[in-house]
Each structure stands twice: as C-alpha cells, then as structure tokens.
C-alpha cells in the first residue's frame, strides 16, 4: 500500500490522494498533483531539480517547464487555502525545496476517511494541459501539442492564486492564459498589458526564464521592436534554456532580423538537444529562407517519407519548389492543400486544366479573383492576396495588398525583408517606400543586421 505522511498540521494519503487538515478540511489531489506531493514528502530539505521532477512526475511524457510551475502552483494554492506556512521553496533556475519536517505514518496507524470525491480542482487541472498548448504564432502554422483548454479557467486560477499574494509563476501564467484569448494579430494591441504582467513576475523571479522568454516574443510579435526582442532573447538562448519551442521561436525571430547565422546556430541546437522535434515543416522552411535549398529540400523529403503529409508540410513543400523554379512540384503540392482544405473534385480538376493551359501564372489569378481559402496563400488575407498576386504577376496589387497587411499588422509582415518570395518586388517603388516604413517601426536592420536588407 502506498504509505500516509504527516507534515504540520496536514496528512496525505498518496494511495488516493486525500490531504487532511486537522481542522477536519478534506481535499483530494489530482493523480499529477498526488504525484508531486509524494514526491516532495519523500524528500524532505533536499533539493529536487527540475528535470527530476519532471522525469519522476510527467515520465515518458514530454512536457515543458510551464507545466511544473503550474502544478507547483495549485500545490501551494491548496495548501495555503488551511494554512499560511511556507511549504514549497524555489531555487531560482534550479528548481524547489520541501521545507517542513515530514513523516511516514505505517499503514496501521493511517486514520480512516470518507471515500467522497470533491470536484472543485477539475476545472483547475485543466490549466497544466493549457500550458502545454500555449505558444506564439509560428510561420509553419503548425504547434508541437494540440490539447486544447479553456484559458479563462486558467485566468480564473491565476487570479486566485494573486489574491493570496504576489506570486512570479502566477503573473507568468496570467500573461500566458490572456494571450491565448487574443488573436494572433491583435497582440499589438494588447502586448502593454502581457508585458507588464511579464515585468512583474521577473521582478519577483528575475530569474524565471520562460517570463524572459514570452517577453523577448511580445517585443517581437507585440510592440514589433527588434532591437529589443534581439537583446532579450540572445540572452535567454546563452542562458542555455533551449526548450524546443524556444529554439524554433527563437530561430523564426533571428530570421526575421536577417541573423542567419544565429537561426542555422539554434537549428543546430534543435538537431543535438531535442532530435524528436527536428523533423518539423518549420525547419525546412527555415533553411528555405536562410538560401539553403539543399537542406531545406532534404528535410521536407524526409518528412514527406516519415510522416503523414498534413498542410505544414505541403506549405514548406510548396515554396521550396517555389524557389527552386519547380512549378509541375509546386503545383503538386497546392493541388494536395486544395484537397486537404475540402475543394471538390470539379475544382481541384478546373485547377489542373488552368496549370496546363496557364501554368502557375493562371493558378495565382484564379485564385486572386476567388481565394477560395485564406489558407490557399499560406497566410490570412490582406497577406495571402500579396503572395497571390506575387504569382499573377500584378506586382501593384502586390505592394497593395502588402500595405494593407503592414497597417494592420498582421504578424507574418513581419519576414517580409528576409523571404525570397517577395524578390519580384525588390525594386518596385511601393516595395521601397514600405521598407523604409518597416525599418522605421522595427528600428531595424542596426548594425548586426545582415547586408541583404541593405541590398533590397
């Protein structure tokens, strides 16, 4: 049977999960949370890093550093509900100290307890779930967890535990809950808000790398200010956290900013640190985008062997044909997107009459005159528009389109400097005059920034 321990005023039965009060207060833990808590009763005054943590609490799956803020999180919250001590301390970067005197009762002396289940803590364990989903937007238009959750259950959570008092990790989890209500396009609006909830949290934890890290991000993707999302996420990444999505947000901001060598170095940390990640549409999109189409040929073949093809792959598939001149291959690869959206046989066939007859040219102006889907262009519209008009040749309507992207600030803008798709209008003057607007909003390229954006 799994053992009882008693600390303070409380006993946990970890064969069920029940903690008691002595002042009769009953609660049953979650199995994680159960988990955790045997864990940290085992090991009294001893330093539990992280990873052990993880490996003895999540093992074999693969989860973040979130996910153990969380759950370390609700513990404390439970707890403090009957009692204000101090039970949980943080090492800052290493991970946490049980600090109470604890005690095994044998089986025997175990006192007996009502069987009831509370319900209150479903809602709640929803969040560490939540966090496993939570992530900026990426160019691949794919995430590394699909699991989904109510993120004003987390908000609710969060709030709860800041009413007992200020806590870094809840901050962090409020900023990251908010920011899976908001669109992907709407941050800009909404980033002074994330980014003060940020602040807070690093002022309490200076060191809670996951806050400097979404913080380095909204920079990015909120106030669109490159020297600085530069500045903050350099530093995490020689922190050395390089967490998987760290290392492919990481990378996508680098290239944004036309730090080539800094994505082919994080593409590198991916291959050594996280293998199970590497083989993802966004790494053959990025060695796309960095001019190495050999390698970005050679990712997307493996993933196209491996893996189910699905819209990401196609995507990347697409516009490395895209690059390396191979219309029959691109059109291959729209023709599976076309399908995989839902366009019926009659029109996936009306498509491939236009392609023989008017090549890709004809393809981007049907599309152009009936986008069918936004997702046909790889982004929403106004952007997808640009990126078909690009493909019609109607380069005018191009830099349109593009403008009307850039003054809504629809996030993928923000690579328009670095993608060669865009070549065709290096030298358009509308092209021009939107660069020098995005350097100016961007404060970018500075010095470190690559020639290529000067040579546009």
């Not at 064969?15 to 008691?20: K, N, P, R």
């Not at 498509?351 to 929403?380: C, D, K, W």
């Not at 923000?414 to 993608?419: C, G, S």
Request: with cysteine; proline share 6%.
């Amino acid at each position: 049977m799994s053992p009882s321990f008693r600390f303070g005023p409380w006993v946990f039965h970890s064969h069920d999960g029940q903690l008691q009060h002595t002042n009769g207060w009953e609660h049953t833990l979650e199995p994680r949370l159960a988990r955790l808590l045997m864990l940290f009763c085992e090991n009294p005054d001893r330093l539990l890093t992280k990873d052990q943590i993880v490996d003895a609490v999540w093992a074999p799956r693969i989860v973040t550093d979130d996910s153990l803020v969380v759950a370390v999180s609700q513990l404390r919250k439970i707890l403090r509900e009957q009692d204000d001590d101090n039970y949980i301390k943080t090492r800052s970067g290493r991970g946490y100290v049980w600090l109470p005197e604890t005690i095994e009762i044998p089986s025997n002396q175990s006192s007996t307890r009502n069987n009831k289940l509370i319900a209150s803590l479903v809602a709640i364990t929803l969040v560490v779930v939540f966090i496993l989903m939570m992530a900026l937007p990426q160019q691949s238009n794919t995430s590394i967890s699909s699991e989904q959750t109510d993120p004003d259950t987390a908000i609710q959570h969060f709030r709860d535990v800041l009413d007992i008092g200020p806590d870094a990790d809840a901050y962090l989890g409020l900023a990251h809950a908010k920011l899976a209500r908001i669109d992907e396009n709407e941050i800009p609006r909404h980033a002074e808000e994330l980014l003060a909830l940020l602040e807070r949290a690093l002022e309490l934890n200076p060191n809670l790398v996951d806050a400097q890290r979404l913080k380095g991000m909204l920079q990015f993707y909120g106030h669109w200010d490159f020297a600085a999302a530069y500045q903050t996420l350099v530093e995490v990444y020689d922190s050395g956290k390089r967490t998987p999505r760290f290392l492919i947000q990481y990378s996508e901001v680098m290239l944004a900013l036309g730090e080539f060598d800094r994505v082919v170095e994080a593409i590198g940390s991916l291959r050594t640190l996280h293998p199970e990640y590497f083989s993802t549409p966004t790494i053959a999109w990025l060695y796309l985008i960095v001019g190495d189409n050999a390698s970005a040929q050679r990712e997307i073949d493996r993933i196209l062997r491996s893996d189910p093809p699905n819209f990401g792959s196609h995507l990347s598939a697409q516009h490395i044909a895209y690059a390396q001149h191979d219309f029959k291959v691109a059109f291959k690869h729209l023709s599976a997107l076309m399908a995989l959206d839902g366009m019926p046989q009659s029109t996936l066939r009306e498509f491939q009459r236009i392609f023989e007859n008017e090549g890709m040219v004809g393809v981007h102006t049907a599309l152009l005159a009936n986008p069918r889907s936004p997702r046909l262009g790889h982004y929403a519209p106004p952007l997808s528009l640009a990126r078909h008009a690009i493909g019609a040749d109607r380069l005018d309507l191009a830099v349109e389109h593009l403008q009307q992207a850039f003054d809504q600030r629809q996030f993928s803008v923000l690579w328009i400097l670095v993608d060669p798709f865009y070549e065709p209008l290096y030298q358009h003057p509308g092209f021009l005059r939107l660069k020098e607007e995005f350097q100016e909003t961007t404060g970018w390229p500075q010095e470190q920034a690559r020639p290529l954006l000067e040579n546009i």
